[in-house]
C-alpha cells in the first residue's frame, strides 16, 4: 500500500531509472546515498554500478521491512530515517554522492538539509518537483540563494507524469548539484537567519532590514530592493556583516 502522506510515487521504466544512474556517474569505491528508496526500483539500478557502499534513508518503516526481504547485497546499509533532519555526519564518511527521487512535500527540507551537510556532499542528483526545480535555478529566495551560494544547479531532464505510480500531479525535473569551491562561511545557521531576514518583505529597502554599515562597506545602496541583489552581493554583503558585527 502506498501510503499519501510520504509523497509515494514510484519511478517506473527502465529507460528514466537506467538515465538517472547514467547522469549521476558513479565511480568504483564511491559512496552513495539514496533518499527515498521506496520499493526499490532506483535502488536495483545503483546496484548495477560498481558502488563501494549505498545507504539507504527511507521514513517508512514498512518499506524498510519490504527492502530488507528484496536486497541482498553487502554493500546496502538500511537506515529508518527522516532525511530532512538526518544527521550526515553520523554516518563517518568523507565523501557521499545523494541520490534521490525525493518525496515532493518535503524535497526543500531534504535539499536544505543537504547544504548544511556540504562538507560531505560534493554532488546531490534529486528529482523533484519541476516548479520547484524552476525555482531553485530562476529566482531568488532565501533558499535559491542558500544553496546557491555552495552549489552549482543543473536542470539535467524534465519526466512526465506518466513515468511514476500514482503519477503525481505535477511534471518532475532531475536535477544536478555541484558543491562549488571553498566559500569562507562556516556558521550556516547565521547564514540562514540573515537571508531569511533580508528575504522578509521584499518590497521593502534593504536599509530597513539591515544596518547601513554593513551595505556602505560593500557598496551596495540601502535604496535596493532584495530581488535587486545578485548573488556574489548576497555573499559580500553577509562576510561584511560577519566581520563587523
Ligand atoms: N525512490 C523510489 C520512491 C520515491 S517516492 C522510486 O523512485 O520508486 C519517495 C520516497 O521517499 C517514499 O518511499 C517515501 O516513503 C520516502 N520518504 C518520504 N518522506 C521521507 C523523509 N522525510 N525521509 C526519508 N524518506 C522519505
Known amino acids: 500500500m502506498l501510503k499519501k502522506r510520504f509523497a509515494q510515487h514510484l519511478l517506473i521504466g527502465s529507460g528514466i531509472l537506467q538515465k538517472i544512474v547514467e547522469f549521476a556517474e558513479i565511480k568504483p569505491e564511491e559512496v552513495v546515498v539514496e533518499i527515498g528508496p521506496g520499493t526499490g526500483n532506483l535502488t536495483k539500478y545503483l546496484l548495477k554500478t560498481n558502488l563501494k557502499k549505498l545507504y539507504l534513508i527511507e521514513i517508512d518503516p514498512e518499506m524498510i521491512e519490504y ?50 551537510h556540504k562538507d560531505l556532499i560534493p554532488y546531490a542528483f534529486y528529482m523533484v518537483q519541476k516548479e520547484v526545480a524552476e525555482r531553485l535555478i530562476n529566482e531568488k529566495s532565501w533558499l535559491s540563494i542558500f544553496v546557491k551560494t555552495f552549489y552549482e544547479v543543473e536542470y539535467l531532464m524534465s519526466i512526465p507524469a506518466r513515468f511514476f505510480i500514482p503519477p503525481p500531479k505535477v511534471v518532475s525535473a532531475f536535477i544536478k548539484l555541484t558543491r562549488k569551491n571553498l566559500i569562507d562561511i562556516y556558521d550556516l545557521k547565521e547564514y540562514k537567519n540573515f537571508l531569511t531576514k533580508i528575504f522578509a518583505q521584499k518590497r521593502k529597502m534593504l536599509k530597513h532590514k539591515i544596518n547601513e554599515i554593513y551595505l556602505k562597506e560593500v557598496g551596495i545602496s540601502g535604496e535596493k530592493r532584495v530581488e535587486e541583489l545578485e548573488l556574489k552581493d548576497f555573499l559580500s554583503l553577509y562576510l561584511s556583516f560577519q566581520k563587523l558585527k
Not at 530515517?81 to 565523501?95: I, R, V
Open 67 to 116: 527492502l530488507k526481504k528484496i536486497i541482498r547485497d553487502e554493500r546496502v546499509v538500511f537506515i529508518n530515517a527522516d532525511a530532512t533532519k538526518f544527521d550526515f555526519f553520523s554516518l563517518k564518511e568523507n565523501n557521499l554522492k545523494l541520490i534521490g527521487n525525493l518525496p515532493y512535500n518535503v524535497a526543500s527540507l531534504i535539499i536544505e538539509n543537504t547544504v548544511i
